[in-house]
């Protein structure tokens, strides 16, 4: 299917200057060391966005390019031009009532676009666990606060950390905020074949996770962030998928 998000999802988010510098664009450059663009990255990243919001209409997982979650309310960073979770998020409360949002953030990569645009908003939890220290540099040890839930993970930890680690700080978190959905920012370059990424989840850990996601509201949605082993992602994916549709393991 084919939907944009309009200027109005964008600007919910993102600052008209960033949007403006955006539809500015002609020809190939680079925003940043890892971010190129050309006449056409606003077109597909408008589309990219406007999936997450059928997204969390739907109850779905958005697969689409580019990510979105380095890129704050005023730049674009880290391959990411417009936050997709960020703008889905803001669509849920304006448009389908869902005041409280929960946005957990299992990409190797800290979401710190994300967490910037939410910082101190008392209706939006933002659950990050990553590797630490590690790009975009954001996310270590003492970053939370009432709204935020950093976890930062050493390099090499495996299925069992992780998944102790969601038990321990993320879920007791959700369950006191309560939300009427969970937007999963899905980054699967946390497995331990990713070229990018330095911890070692394998295939079932990202499905355990979807699955305790999910359970942690009424209503759940994804959108895809990270992950750049072409061989193993369409497994990734389809684990997390069907994670969402089960319960978590006890």
């Known amino acids: ?19 403006a510098r955006l539809r500015a664009i002609r020809s ?27 997204a969390v209409e739907r109850q779905g997982f958005a697969l689409v ?17 417009l936050n997709n979770a960020a703008i889905a998020v803001r669509y849920a409360q ?16 800290h979401g710190n676009g994300t967490e910037a645009i939410f910082r101190g908003d008392d209706s939006v939890l933002f659950a990050s666990l990553h590797q630490w220290p590690f790009y ?12 935020t839930v950093n976890v930062p993970l050493a390099a090499g930890v495996g299925d069992d950390e992780v998944l102790a680690a969601f038990e321990a700080e993320v879920e007791p978190a959700l369950v006191a905020f309560a939300p009427d959905l969970v937007l999963v920012s899905a980054g699967f370059d ?20 979807a699955a305790r996601c999910a359970a942690a509201a009424p209503r759940s ?17 389809a684990a997390a998928h069907e994670g969402f549709t089960r319960p978590p393991k006890a």
């Open 1 to 19: 299917m084919e939907r944009r998000a309009s200027e109005t999802d964008v600007l919910r988010v993102h600052t008209p200057d960033h949007l």
């Open 28 to 54: 190939p450059t680079m925003l940043d060391a890892d971010t190129p663009v050309s006449a056409t990255s606003l077109e597909a990243a408008l589309l990219a966005s406007g999936i997450a919001l059928e």
């Open 65 to 81: 390019r580019p990510p979105g979650h380095h890129a704050p309310a005023d730049r674009a960073m880290g391959f990411c031009l």
């Open 94 to 109: 304006a448009e389908l009532g869902l005041a409280r949002v929960a946005i957990v953030d299992f990409d190797v990569h």
């Open 136 to 147: 975009p540099g954001t996310g270590g040890p003492g970053t939370g606060d009432a709204s």
């Open 190 to 209: 946390a497995h331990r074949d990713d070229p990018l990424g330095g911890l070692a989840l394998t295939v079932a850990a990202f499905g355990e996770l």
């Open 221 to 237: 949605a994804a959108v895809l962030e990270g992950g750049y082993d072409v061989a193993t992602l369409p497994r990734l994916v």
